[in-house]
T-cell receptor, first 110, second 115 residues
Framework: QKEVEQNSGPLSVPEGAIASLNCTYS??????FFWYRQYSGKSPELIMF????GDKEDGRFTAQLNKASQYVSLLIRDSQPSDSATYLC??????????FGAGTILRVKS | DARVTQTPRHKVTEMGQEVTMRCQPI?????VFWYRQTMMQGLELLAY????????DSGMPKDRFSAEMPDATLATLKIQPSEPRDSAVYFC?????????????FGPGTRLTVL
């Protein structure tokens, strides 16, 4: 059983809408949670990290964490075509080792 | 602008040949990771080092893969002999190390094709 689960998508949203990306994880001892964005043919780049329950906002991005439900999400407000990419959820289970989900493909249509 | 660098960016080789990939982590980062990414398996951790010492290489096929850090500015990943199933993008990432919110910065990757 994969330890970090994401819907592979593609998730299609119109420009200006809110995109909601979800991730569940299996290890209750997980400490930190990361969202990376990966454009086609490029390397992953960090968008946000969160380690406390609740919401964390950074510009158009909001990460939400619910440790009781083992659920982390990323909201992208006012989605732009340039947000079209694969979004990878990663969980720090122990030490600095990250386990990545398979990623969700987001397509923002203008 | 500090970046992780990787060489070569692309490598095409024939089955059975040795492949060496190199990574220069960001100066001052003490933790280095090697990942492999394929469409089928996604992003998989192969091995990682802290302060040049290997901490975990459980994701790496031991019979053909080896990873080393000869010094703090260079990490290497070798495959010998290479096989077609090794075709993938290999990423190196580095991290400052020491705190919960540390960020892993990825290099541009080496795209390996084994014929």
């Amino acid at each position: 059983q994969k330890e970090v689960e994401q819907n592979s998508g593609p998730l299609s949203v119109p420009e200006g809408a809110i995109a909601s990306l979800n991730c569940t994880y299996s290890d209750r001892g997980s400490q930190s949670f990361f969202w990376y964005r990966q454009y086609s043919g490029k390397s992953p780049e960090l968008i946000m990290f969160i380690y406390s329950n609740g919401d964390k906002e950074d510009g158009r991005f909001t990460a939400q964490l619910n440790k009781a439900s083992q659920y982390v999400s990323l909201l992208i407000r006012d989605s732009q075509p340039s947000d079209s990419a694969t979004y990878l959820c990663a969980v720090n289970e122990y030490g600095n080792k990250l386990v990545f989900g398979a990623g969700t493909i987001l397509r923002v249509k203008s | 602008d500090a970046r992780v660098t990787q060489t070569p960016r692309h490598k095409v080789t024939e089955m059975g040949q040795e492949v060496t990939m190199r990574c220069q982590p960001i100066l001052g980062h003490n933790t280095v990771f090697w990942y492999r990414q394929t469409m089928m398996q996604g992003l998989e951790l192969l091995a990682y080092f802290r302060n040049r010492a290997p901490l975990d290489d459980s994701g790496m096929p031991k019979d053909r893969f080896s990873a080393e850090m000869p010094d703090a500015t260079l990490a290497t990943l070798k495959i010998q002999p290479s096989e077609p199933r090794d075709s993938a993008v290999y990423f190196c990432a580095s991290e400052r190390g020491g705190s919960r919110g540390d960020t892993q910065y990825f290099g541009p990757g080496t795209r390996l094709t084994v014929l």
